[in-house]
């Protein structure tokens, strides 16, 4: 897994790898028991201070994402994320009311977010 980051977003670095991580866990491009980079190479390869790794790790392993095993790595579970089909149908019409907002707000039209979201790949993420 690849990450990269953008400075310019607003957006602070841990909250970027956490992001980043469940973006490639939604896309299949990473799954259950895979090894993450360690803290000091992701660190070195973004280029960022070792405890915003291990903030973003953190972060994930509390929500059961990652689990860390001392002296083997830092691994995507397959945790799913527990909650009822309402709960998720909610979440999902409210993460696409706000994407179809934000996208509007940057000048996009829904069939352009279409277009875009049908040729995404796991290659995107």
């Known amino acids: 897994m690849t990450f990269q980051l953008d400075l310019r977003s607003g957006v602070p670095?841990?909250?970027q790898i956490i992001d980043?991580?469940?973006?490639?866990?939604?896309?299949?491009?990473i799954g259950p028991g895979e090894r993450l980079p360690t803290v000091r190479?992701?660190?070195?390869?973004?280029k960022v201070n070792p405890n915003t790794?291990?903030?973003?790790?953190?972060?994930?392993?509390?929500?059961?994402?990652?689990?860390?095993?001392?002296?083997t790595g830092t691994?995507?579970?397959d945790a799913k994320l527990q909650q009822n089909e309402a709960e998720r149908e909610q979440k999902l019409d409210r993460l696409v009311a706000e994407f179809v907002s934000r996208a509007g707000r940057e000048g996009f039209t829904v069939q352009e977010l279409q277009?875009?979201?049908?040729?995404?790949?796991?290659?995107?993420?």
Do not use: C, P
Request: hydrophobic share 35%; proline share 0%; no cysteine.
């Open 115 to 125: 277009e875009r979201l049908g040729s995404t790949t796991k290659e995107t993420y």
């Open 20 to 29: 980043q991580v469940h973006a490639a866990r939604a896309s299949g491009k």
């Open 75 to 77: 691994f995507l579970t």
């Open 41 to 46: 190479q992701l660190a070195v390869d973004l």
């Open 13 to 15: 670095v841990y909250r």
């Open 53 to 71: 790794v291990v903030r973003a790790y953190r972060e994930l392993e509390l929500t059961g994402i990652l689990t860390t095993h001392q002296g």
